[in-house]
């Protein structure tokens, strides 16, 4: 599954306030909840999911990238959104380095294997220097998500 395939414009946000990793995760939460993407009931359920994964191991992943992600039995398919943060995010990451892009998501408990198909895409994608330059560069939502469905540099996840 591709990641640009599950997100809007609404679901980007181009500059993400938050400084810290715990912030961050609750400000993505929250849009998703103010787009109605996610259920106001679910919010505080998905946050502890959300915060119980990060105390495991960051899901910074190096490259300025995270990819904070939990599982839900009560949704039916996968929520997304993308955050882009101008100043980077201090998200604990495992190179140690500011967190600039963070891909967050929640899965249907159903679907485990669709969630690693998604995260190795999307490691692997992040991984190109191109794609992080352009993504950085980008002035709008749509700009973005044409970078992520690989129209901007022929790569995507």
Known sequence: M????????????????SEEHLPAIAELVDHLVGLGKLPTDLRGEMLAALEAREEQVSTGIGYGVAIPHAFSEKIE????????????????????????????????????????????????MFTNCEIRKQLAAAESRTEILDILAGKASGNAA
Request: a positive charge; glycine letters at 4%; charged letters at 25%.
């Open 2 to 17: 591709k990641l640009a395939s599950l997100l809007t414009p609404d679901q980007v946000i181009l500059d993400m306030r």
């Open 77 to 124: 398919d996968v929520i997304a959104v993308f955050g882009r943060s101008k100043d980077g995010i201090d998200f604990e990451a495992l190179d140690n380095g500011p967190v600039r892009f963070v891909i967050l998501f929640i899965v249907p408990k159903k679907d485990y294997q669709l969630h690693l198909r998604t995260l190795a895409a999307i490691a692997k």
